[in-house]
Each structure stands twice: as C-alpha cells, then as structure tokens.
C-alpha cells in the first residue's frame, strides 16, 4: 500500500529564486532535473531528506494569493530540532519571518516564513507532550 509522501509540487515563477531559496537559504539539496520532451527546462527536484522531495516546475505566471478560505494547498511544514536556530538562520540570510517562534496549540513550536512565490511555510520542532509524539 502507501509508503509515505514522496514529494511537494510547486509551479514557482522564478526558477533561480527558488532555488536559491530552498537550496541555498534553507540548505537542500539539489537532486536532479528533467526536461521536457524538447530538451527545455520543465522540473527541478529538490532533496528535504532520503526519499523526500521539493519539485519545482517552470513556468508559473499567475500568483495564488493565500486565503484563509481558499480550498487547496494551505502550507509546507518542515520539522526542526531547534526552533530558535532555524529562525536566527533565516533571519541572518535576510528572510523576513511571518510569525516569530511561538507555542502551537498543538504544544509543538512554530515559526512562519513566505517562499519567493508567496507559498507558506511552517517550520516546526515537536514537543515530546504534543500529539504528533504520540500516536
């Protein structure tokens, strides 16, 4: 049956932006591309973990602007050890944080940032009470 979540697809507007955001901010890394059947740029996978993946495709022209009441994609969550850690990361490189490190009401610790294309992003440290622990 099903194993897990292989990979998050995004259509990003600015390819090297992108890039430079999850590969060079956030640290992935870049696994390899494939073009379409002309040889052009289509997809670039990005490496979160073992088996875990970022696709990017070209070619996005219209934003998504998030709303609260929007049905579909809500928001990427990246697990952490340190909370603080990542968030000083990411303001050193410049990266602006939509919510500073706080207690979810899940008892986990969060903080939010924006990709180049305006998508959501959680970045998340489990606390050993919070319910993700313990089921």
Known sequence: MIKGIGHLALT?????KSLHFYCDLLGFQRAFDIPDDKGNPWIEYIKVAPGQFIELFYGGEVPSPYADEKI??????????DIHEIADHLKSKG????????????NNYQCWVKDP????????QLDPSSPHMNC
């Open 95 to 106: 990266v602006t944080l939509d919510v500073e490190p706080n207690r979810g009401k899940d």
């Open 72 to 81: 579909g994609f809500n928001h990427l969550c990246l697990e952490v050890n």
């Open 12 to 16: 990003v507007q600015n390819m090297e």
């Open 117 to 124: 294309d305006g998508n959501r992003i959680e970045f998340m």
